[in-house]
Every structure is written in structure tokens, then in C-alpha cells.
């Protein structure tokens, strides 16, 4: 099952299989096409898993082990790669709350957002060498972006999986958050990147023209919002 909640700007799509530590199965994909369909005009979104276990395991085998032919596999893999870049390409912030562990696809669904927040205990890892396969969903090209290419091949070539900590420090991970308070820091600061002009600055990262640059801080300047936030400090001050 993924769910997907709307909070005031802020859409929230969860993972939620149990049974199969969130792993994404065929019809997982239907449920995240719609989810994100449901998502399109929020001002934030956050990815995450159910329970504290897993974020997403990666595929699901079992079911996935029905695709037996080459055609079969590449179907698969660039329905899921699709996906992937949607996310990539949401016109707002994308976080994903690493829950529990992100493994070989989870791993590759976590790089898709533009941020990853992770709980003290989790570990990450693109581990499809054990499977003798290789990253498809797109997470080795965004492992590399992320954490440069040497680092990227020594990762995914050896399939090591690392810590929290280690995934911070090289760059894998933007944040890591107390296990006790894990759900209450994401969820808020998701609220906080919904409530900013969070998704200007974002188009702007990405590469726009200067006079688009410009005009967009325009429309913010002369806005209720930047005027009463002003007025607030400039009182302050007195």
C-alpha cells in the first residue's frame, strides 16, 4: 500500500508493506504514479516508509522474480526509472525520511529527492552486486552527483552498506535526526520547506536565466507575506 497525505501545502507519500519491508513491487509503482498524480501542486514533499525498519528494502523478489525475459526486465526497470526522475523533477522540494534502511533500490528511490534526512540508526547501501545486478532506476548517476564519482563506483561496485554517520559525512545523507525524535523533525521541517518560497529557490539551483532569477525575487519582494515577515523584524529591532 502507499498512502498519500496532504497537510497544508506539505504532501506526505508513504510506503507502507510490512510484510515485505516496503519493498516495491509492480503494483507498488501503479500506487506511487497515483500518489504522485494526487501530490502534483504541493509546496513540499516527503518520501518515507512505514514502521522504523525500512525505508524501502529495494524490489520486491519475490514478485519481481516473476520477470524472467530481457524484455520483461527493461520494462521494469524503466517503469521505475520514470518514476524516479518524476520525483527528481518535482517542481518543489522532494525530501525523503529514511525511516530504516534504504537498500539497492531503496537506496536508488532515497537519491531521487533533492534532500535525505536520516534516523541516527539506520544504514544505506547499493547493494545489487549481491544480486550480481547493477543500479537501474537512475541511483548510480545520482550517487555519483552526490558524493563524486570515485566514492560512487567504490560504493555500488562492492555493494558496501554504511552507517548513518558515514553516509552524513560523505555526503549521501544531508541530516541525520534522533531515532526519538526522527518523525517529528521531518515532519517539520517538510512544514517548514512547504511554508518558504522553498520552490523558487529550488527552479533557481536548477539553472534559470538570470531575468527569471530576478523576477521571481520580485514577486516575492513586493508580497504580503515577505512584507509582514519584514515588518515583524524592523518592530523587533525598535
Known amino acids: 500500500m502507499v498512502d498519500l497525505e496532504l497537510d497544508d501545502g506539505l504532501a506526505i507519500i508513504t510506503i507502507d508493506r510490512p510484510h515485505a519491508r516496503n519493498a516495491i513491487s509492480l503494483e507498488t509503482m501503479d500506487q506511487l504514479e497515483k500518489a504522485l498524480d494526487g ?48 520525483i527528481a ?44 545486478i547493477m543500479p537501474a532506476w537512475g541511483g548510480a548517476e545520482r550517487l555519483a ?36 525524535s526522527f518523525d517529528e523533525q521531518w515532519r517539520a521541517i517538510g512544514r517548514s520547506l512547504a511554508t518558504a518560497p522553498a520552490g523558487q529557490v529550488k527552479r533557481v539551483m536548477r539553472g534559470v536565466p538570470t531575468t527569471e532569477a530576478v523576477a521571481a525575487f520580485a514577486r516575492l519582494w513586493v508580497s504580503d507575506e515577505h512584507w509582514a515577515a519584514a515588518d515583524k523584524i524592523v518592530t523587533k529591532s525598535k
Do not use: W
Not at 42 to 66: N, P
Not at 145 to 172: F, N, P
Open 145 to 180: 552527483a552526490l558524493v563524486g564519482y570515485s566514492k560512487a563506483l567504490l560504493l555500488a561496485g562492492t555493494g558496501r552498506i554504511i552507517d548513518a554517520a558515514e553516509a552524513e559525512r560523505i555526503g549521501l545523507v544531508d541530516q541525520v535526526l534522533p531515532r526519538a
Open 39 to 86: 501530490a502534483e501542486g504541493a509546496s513540499a514533499l516527503v518520501l518515507t516508509g512505514a514502521g522504523d525498519r525500512a525505508f524501502v528494502s529495494g524490489g520486491d523478489l519475490k514478485e519481481l522474480s516473476a520477470l524472467r525475459t530481457e524484455a520483461q526486465a527493461s520494462a521494469m526497470a524503466f517503469r521505475m526509472r520514470s518514476i524516479c526522475d518524476r
Open 89 to 132: 523533477g518535482f517542481p518543489a522540494p522532494v525530501v525523503a525520511a529514511l525511516n530504516g534502511h534504504a537498500l539497492g533500490g531503496g537506496a536508488e528511490f532515497a537519491v531521487a529527492a533533492d534532500i535525505r534526512l536520516a534516523a541516527e540508526d539506520i544504514r544505506i547501501g547499493f547493494n545489487q552486486v549481491a544480486l550480481a
